[in-house]
């Protein structure tokens, strides 16, 4: 309804999604990404379940974050 002309309005019509909510993952002061939950009912999310929401959210930062901090400890290690 907000955005009719995005790409992603006539994938999410052709499958039946009516909304969607984005949450941000950030973590510390660094953005890593957008986590994306959608929904078939009008109205399924409502503001007393954003903090579950942004909980999630916060804990799949945490993990990416963890996972990129690994990564980095492992191509140091190989340049030694």
């Given at each position: 309804r907000h955005y009719p002309a995005h790409d992603g309005v006539a994938v999410m019509k052709a499958l039946?999604?009516?909304e969607v909510l984005v949450m941000p993952l950030r973590y510390g002061d660094r953005?890593?990404?957008?986590?994306?939950f959608h929904s078939q009912q009008v109205g399924h999310f409502d503001a007393g379940?954003?903090?579950?929401y942004q909980a999630l959210?916060?804990?799949?930062?945490?993990?990416?974050?963890?996972i990129l901090a690994n990564e980095e400890l492992v191509a140091r290690e190989g340049q030694k």
């Open positions: 039946g999604l009516l953005l890593l990404g957008i986590l994306e379940q954003m903090p579950v959210a916060n804990q799949v930062a945490v993990g990416i974050s963890n």
